[in-house]
């Protein structure tokens, strides 16, 4: 096996990553206890600062860096907090109770958007379509676990095809 690879686009990347909001320490995201993460690098998959930041490491080093939320998931944008009638969740709340700060997904035109309940009335819902990270810097703890070359496949389609590289079905 190659042991001169290093992160770089067309490579599929596995890490152990920590995420820890800087002001607080607090952790949002681990892969602790988990199988690391793979993607296929130079795909979009991550976001923008994640990969930036890894590139050119080897198998084995470890990178701490801290993006902006520009190099993240983006600003907060107002236009993405919508008030919606309460009577909409009328069947979901034969289920369950609505409650701030509960996360659900919305059936859109263009696909399943999460968003998290910022306030409730009688009459609405205020339903905040930002990601809960957005507007956010945001401080990565990484390791590279392993890196191979991807297959033709996963370069044309743009996603990893588990471990060997091989078509998914
Ligand atoms: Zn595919």
């Not at 263009?110 to 205020?126: C, K, M, W, Y």
Request: glycine share 8%; charged share 25%.
């Amino acid at each position: 096996m190659m042991t001169d690879l290093t992160v770089s686009e067309n490579m599929v990347a596995s890490v152990h990553y920590k995420g820890t909001l800087p002001d607080s320490g607090d952790v949002f995201d681990s892969s602790e206890g988990r199988e690391p993460l793979t993607f296929l690098v130079g795909h979009k998959q991550m976001i923008p600062g994640f990969e930036e930041e890894i590139m050119g490491a080897k198998v084995g080093e470890n990178r701490e860096f801290t993006l902006t939320s520009e190099r993240a998931y983006g600003e907060r944008d107002d236009e993405a907090v919508l008030e919606i009638p309460r009577a909409q969740f009328a069947q979901l709340e034969q289920e369950a109770s609505l409650e701030v700060g509960m996360q659900l997904v919305a059936q859109m035109p263009h696909g399943p958007s999460p968003f998290t309940i910022t306030a409730l009335s009688d009459e609405a819902v205020t339903a905040d379509f930002n990601h809960t990270l957005a507007g956010q810097s945001l401080t990565f703890s990484v390791e590279i676990v392993e890196l191979r070359e991807a297959s033709e496949d996963e370069m044309s389609h743009g996603h990893v095809h588990g471990p060997d590289g091989h078509h998914h079905d």
